[in-house]
């Protein structure tokens, strides 16, 4: 809910440059959280991240990103497995960023690579050691006090 709130605060300010992405902190059995290497010839290509993708129109956030997993990792969520824990907003030179970051505990599947970019599980503490996009750099405190 103070998720929810706070992104209304945002509303004023997104324009056609305004990118809504939902990514997922997936956190296994042993407390790690996945992340993913953007392949080079993306954009911000080479840099870590936490899976997820851009809201369709008509899309809510949590149906964004379990479409996102699904196509990404080939795995499934629900929404009552997903939870809110954080957002960022970013302005990179081409476009504006609204990042909404849901933590995922449970889904069913195999984690797999299923878009070319490398899959890493790594401790809240070691994630700083991996150069991330600006927009998602906020999370990585808030999951290491969360975890």
Same mark, same amino acid.
């Given at each position: 809910?103070?998720?929810?709130?706070?992104?209304?605060?945002?509303?004023?300010?997104?324009?056609?440059?305004?990118?809504?992405?939902?990514? @997922?902190?997936?956190?296994?059995?042993? @407390?790690?959280? *996945?992340?993913?290497?953007?392949? /080079? /010839?993306?954009?911000?290509? @080479?840099?870590? +991240? #936490?899976?997820?993708?851009? *809201? +369709?129109?008509?899309?809510?956030?949590?149906?964004?990103? &379990?479409? /996102?997993? %699904?196509? +990404?990792?080939?795995?499934?969520? $629900?929404? !009552?497995?997903?939870?809110?824990?954080?957002?960022? %907003?970013? +302005? %990179?030179?081409? #476009? =504006?960023?609204?990042? *909404?970051?849901?933590?995922?505990?449970? $889904?069913? @599947? &195999?984690?797999? !690579?299923?878009?070319?970019?490398?899959?890493? $599980?790594? #401790?809240?503490?070691?994630?700083?050691? %991996?150069? &991330?996009?600006?927009? =998602?750099?906020? #999370?990585?405190?808030?999951?290491? =006090? *969360?975890?």
């Amino acid at each position: 809910m103070i998720l929810r709130r706070n992104i209304l605060k945002l509303m004023p300010i997104i324009g056609p440059r305004m990118i809504i992405v939902s990514a @997922g902190a997936l956190i296994d059995i042993d @407390g790690r959280v *996945l992340i993913s290497k953007r392949p /080079e /010839e993306k954009v911000l290509g @080479g840099l870590w +991240e #936490f899976p997820g993708g851009k *809201l +369709e129109p008509n899309e809510n956030p949590e149906e964004a990103l &379990m479409r /996102e997993l %699904y196509e +990404e990792l080939g795995i499934n969520t $629900w929404k !009552s497995c997903l939870a809110p824990i954080s957002f960022s %907003y970013h +302005e %990179y030179d081409n #476009f =504006d960023l609204l990042l *909404l970051l849901f933590v995922c505990r449970k $889904w069913k @599947g &195999m984690v797999q !690579s299923h878009e070319g970019q490398t899959l890493k $599980w790594v #401790f809240p503490q070691e994630i700083q050691k %991996y150069p &991330m996009p600006d927009a =998602d750099k906020p #999370f990585i405190p808030v999951l290491r =006090d *969360l975890l």
